[in-house]
């Protein structure tokens, strides 16, 4: 009986130094660098993908910042032309006003000041970014004049504009307000031929 528990024990001895392929703690030489190579492969795809998304989600946030500040100063332009439009009215009627004062109704200094506040007027438009739209014998441009009246004559080119009824203005590249013209018009006998 001493050689069967000496037998077993032998048995048993080799069994503890032997592992089955299928276990966790032995892994085949080939299979080891396999799978490394795979997570390193993997880990790497992860890693680019994640740069695109933050490199997509930094130019989301410059394209948002860039709109946010259009945005702004497009309000801030509007918020201006709306004062401007107001402004206009007492620039048009001002310049009228000095148009109409015959040269000997007044003091030449007075006078002098009427004009220096023009002046100044009109350079606050232009700091602005407020010009006027000049219209005065040029074509007739729907985008930036509006008729009030046609007038046949002989003496300007047919749809040329010969008088301007009341400035226009643009913002910037804009037009706040087109200028109101009188267009020629070609006389009736030189339309007929």
Do not use: C
């Amino acid at each position: 009986m001493s050689e069967d528990k000496h037998g077993d024990d032998a048995a048993h001895s080799d069994e503890g130094t032997q592992s089955s392929p299928d276990s966790p703690d032995m892994t085949l030489p080939d299979e080891q660098p396999k799978d490394a190579e795979h997570a390193m492969l993997k880990a790497m795809a992860e890693r680019d993908q994640f740069e695109a998304m933050a490199k997509r989600a930094q130019a989301d946030l410059i394209n948002y910042r860039r709109r946010m500040d259009d945005e702004r100063q497009e309000l801030r332009r509007n918020a201006n032309a709306n004062l401007i439009m107001k402004f206009l009215g007492v620039v048009d009627d001002f310049d009228r006003a000095i148009g109409m004062l015959p040269d000997d109704a007044a003091a030449a200094g007075w006078q002098e000041g009427l004009t220096l506040v023009q002046r100044n007027l009109a350079n606050i438009l232009e700091s602005e970014g407020v010009s006027k739209i000049e219209a005065a014998g040029k074509p007739f441009d729907p985008r930036e004049h509006e008729a009030v009246h046609y007038q046949e004559t002989p003496d300007a080119e047919d749809g040329t504009i010969i008088n301007v009824f009341r400035e226009g203005y643009r913002l910037h590249d804009r037009v706040m307000r087109a200028s109101q013209v009188i267009v020629a018009k070609a006389p009736a006998a030189a339309q007929d031929e």
